[in-house]
């Protein structure tokens, strides 16, 4: 059901649908302006990434430059097995044993601060360079 307002121009008066005041109107384009401003910032800015750090499950890291087109196969805890890919400034863990695959639905990693863990195996993927990026939690 629409409401009414009754306005009065010139001495008459006629009633106007009332769906949006004008401080309806500017609380909308504040709340629009103020999302278009926090993905601009999510997007554009994020820290180049220039490594890989893979942890093993004995706690050993291995710092890899993205630079390079690698794989690498890692025996994990519990009898997992994991093949991880790095290429064109990305990684990921392409193959995993582990019965969830929640770290091979991760995907490709690129920017700085993104992680890939495979928790049932013990080894954790994660991208490093600059100063890690804001991401929806932190901002």
């Known amino acids: 059901m629409t409401k009414f307002a009754k306005t009065r121009s010139n001495g008459g008066s006629r009633l106007r649908p009332v769906w949006l005041r004008r401080g ?3 609380a909308a384009c504040a709340v629009l302006v103020t999302a278009l401003l926090t993905a601009f ?3 554009f800015g994020q820290a ?3 490594q890989v750090s893979v942890q093993y499950p004995d706690g050993h ?3 890899i430059s993205l630079n390079r087109v690698q794989t690498i196969e890692i025996s994990g805890n519990n009898g ?3 093949l991880i890919e790095i290429d064109n400034g990305r990684a990921r863990v392409r193959e995993s044993s582990c019965p969830d695959q929640v770290c091979v639905h991760s995907g490709w990693l690129s920017r ?3 992680t890939a863990a ?3 195996a013990g080894v954790c993927v994660q991208i490093l360079g600059g100063e890690p990026a804001v991401d929806g939690v932190t901002a």
């Open 112 to 114: 700085s601060g993104q």
């Open 80 to 82: 997992i097995d994991l």
């Open 41 to 43: 910032f999510l997007w």
């Open 24 to 26: 309806d109107i500017a």
């Open 61 to 63: 890291k291995e710092y």
């Open 118 to 120: 495979c928790v049932p």
């Open 48 to 50: 180049p990434a220039s």
